[in-house]
């Protein structure tokens, strides 16, 4: 099983090459989102834990909660708010910008209501 965990995260660059998820990132993935809502969208459904630094590029952050972000998959306004807004559209990018951008659109939605 853990083969596939691997493959699965090293297919869509979201780990190098022999790079391996801690064994608590469940647990602290689970409990970081405990309660949480999108941070763009305000969504509670399809969310996931993102890392503001990739875990690509600082494993050693894999577990802190100041690298992670709740934001959902779920297409509330039509928009996958992680691929869009963290991904820039495309899984393989890196927004360096994820916070301010987030800001912004959480803005937009909150002001167009």
Same mark, same amino acid.
């Given at each position: ?20 998820? %801690? &064994?608590?990132?469940?647990?602290? @993935? ?13 969504? @509670? ?6 890392? @503001? ?5 600082? &494993? ?19 928009? +996958? ?8 559209? +495309? !899984?393989? @990018?890196? +927004? ?8 912004? !659109?959480? +803005?937009?939605?909150?002001? %167009?209501?």
């Amino acid at each position: 099983m853990s083969a596939w965990r691997d493959l699965a995260d090293t297919l869509p660059g979201k780990a190098l090459p022999g790079q391996r998820r %801690s &064994p608590q990132w469940r647990r602290v @993935r689970d409990e970081f989102l405990r309660g949480k809502s999108c941070a763009v969208c305000g969504g @509670r459904r399809k969310l996931v834990a993102h890392h @503001r630094i990739p875990f690509s590029l600082a &494993p050693h952050l894999e577990l802190s909660e100041e690298n992670l972000i709740a934001i959902c998959e779920a297409k509330r306004y039509g928009i +996958n708010c992680h691929l869009l807004i963290c991904h820039l559209g +495309n !899984w393989q @990018r890196i +927004n360096v910008s994820v916070d301010a951008d987030i800001a912004y !659109w959480h +803005n937009r939605i909150i002001e %167009s209501r």
